[in-house]
């Protein structure tokens, strides 16, 4: 069954502007992952949190974690129109996958006009 | 060098045709998976292999047959294609079958039954 949900569906914003997707999850994990893909590509991870973990950076990307709400954010900062893509967020653990194996989100789409 | 190379990246089949999709991975890695993404770009495992042993068939038709030749190839037959076998197929690999593994995919196979 489907794990994560990402909010919002779409997103549309001007290049400099910040770009925030959510995403919730049902059950207990280990970790929380997200992903992008860009039109007619494959996903590429672009950073992982654990549970014990509050937030996490890398680059111009934040990802915040609250497994009391069950719940995680990925902010884009100073956004590019490059950074159109959409955005997975994938839970992973004995409880969000079963054997390792990472469940994911429908995806927000992102676009980001020049 | 493609870490995680699929072929065809496009299929145009009718429908009761039997077809096949190839993955290989260069990446040294021990568990590969196949992935189906649908119109709504919804994505779901399909199976999950650990060093040639199946580890995870997510209520998949038997009309999907994974082969396993070697750690390094994952191949998807379909047999007696359907209507709604429409879909991008990713095939994707990871280090070990362990939650906490960053996944990497290929780039997608687009297959179309007519």
């Known amino acids: 069954s489907q794990q994560g949900e990402e909010d919002p569906q779409a997103l549309s914003i001007q290049e400099g502007e910040n770009a925030t997707m959510n995403c919730s999850y049902k059950?207990?994990?280990?970790?929380l992952q997200w992903y992008r893909q860009n039109s007619g590509r494959g996903l590429v991870h672009l950073i992982l949190?654990?549970?014990?973990?509050r937030e996490k950076h890398s680059g111009r990307l934040r990802v915040t974690l609250d497994t009391s709400k069950k719940s995680s954010s990925l902010l884009i900062t100073a956004s590019r129109a490059a950074d159109t893509a959409s955005y997975f967020c994938a839970t992973g653990g004995r409880y969000g996958g079963s054997q390792g194996n990472l469940i994911f989100g429908k995806g927000t789409k992102l676009s980001v006009k020049p | 060098d493609t870490a995680v190379s699929q072929t065809p990246k496009y299929l145009v089949t009718q429908m009761g045709n039997d077809k096949s999709i190839k993955c290989e991975q260069n990446?040294?890695?021990?568990?590969m998976y196949w992935y189906k993404q649908d119109s709504k770009k919804f994505l779901k495992i399909m199976f999950s292999y650990n060093n040639k042993e199946l580890i995870i068939n997510e209520t998949v038709p038997n009309r999907f047959s994974p082969k396993s030749p070697d750690k390094a190839h994952l191949n998807l037959h379909i047999n007696s294609l359907e209507l709604g076998d429409s879909a991008v197929y990713f095939c994707a690999s990871s280090p070990t079958h362990s939650s906490g593994n960053t996944i990497y995919f290929g780039e997608g196979s687009w297959l179309t039954v007519v």
């Open positions: 949190i654990r549970s014990n973990e």
């Open positions: 059950t207990s994990i280990n970790n």
């Open positions: 990446l040294g890695h021990d568990t």
